[in-house]
């Protein structure tokens, strides 16, 4: 059994409390383990600005994975970003996605590495706005829009707009990785993307492995890093089929269920133990 040197982390439901804050017993306990030489990696759908602003709200330096697997950025003490990895739609394929989403009557963001775009303000893309802490820019319609983007965000909070989104992912299945980080929400991103591929590309700077990485997340986005990590942990709020793949299961992000993770000695002995 591989002795784990780093830890993934999901961050919407996972990381985050449900008002999208650190709690101070999961800040406490990512911080103390990264102070023991543990390399921090957080993987979500946000795009890098974001997640550089969450690992220095921890007081930790380390690696973001953005856009569901879609850019790979390392972030140092003097929030200095540097770029590894990204990876775009093809922007004609994603502009034909986009408008036939929004002929749809589904909502749609267009995220790029600097900004995301949007047809109005209104709405989802307002609940995202204060989720993300920043503003779309808004283009009506999505049309004239000359930048590829990272990451399609399709949504939709109504039965019939997500009977509409899982037959857009099974449409697209063929050219484009598309996974639910939430039951309203399809992240669109290039064939092959995820995060699990990513954090293997961190792993290369570091000589690091898949096997020596812990990844904790609660989604559809997050199964490909559970089901390949050393150590793969479900959030106990996560869908039935994100807890299949997972070794181990915690308690929700309400009841810091990160923080509980890493307080196991069991967990502790695999960081910091002698490997069997």
Partial sequence: MSRLRAI???VDGTLLDSSHDISPAVKKSIHDIWQQGVQVILASGRHVGSLSQLLMELGVEGYVVAFSGGAVARVDSNKRVEI????RLELAHAEKMAHEALANGLSVAWSTMDHWYTPDAMGLYRQEARVLRQEPVVVPGLRGLNVAPHK??????????IVCLRA???????????????????EIMPKGTNKAAALTKIGQFHGITLSEMMAI?????????????????????APDTVKAVADWITLTNGEDGVAFALEQDWLLQRFFGVPD
């Fill in 217 to 237: 997340g609660d989604a559809e986005n997050d199964i490909e890093m559970l089901r390949h990590a050393g150590l793969g942990v479900a959030m106990g709020h």
């Fill in 168 to 186: 857009m992912r099974d449409a697209i299945a063929s050219r484009c990785s598309a996974v639910f980080s939430h039951d309203y929400m399809l």
């Fill in 152 to 161: 399609l965000q399709i949504m939709s909070h109504n039965a019939e707009g």
């Fill in 84 to 87: 590894i990895l990204q990876q």
């Fill in 8 to 10: 993934a982390l999901d």
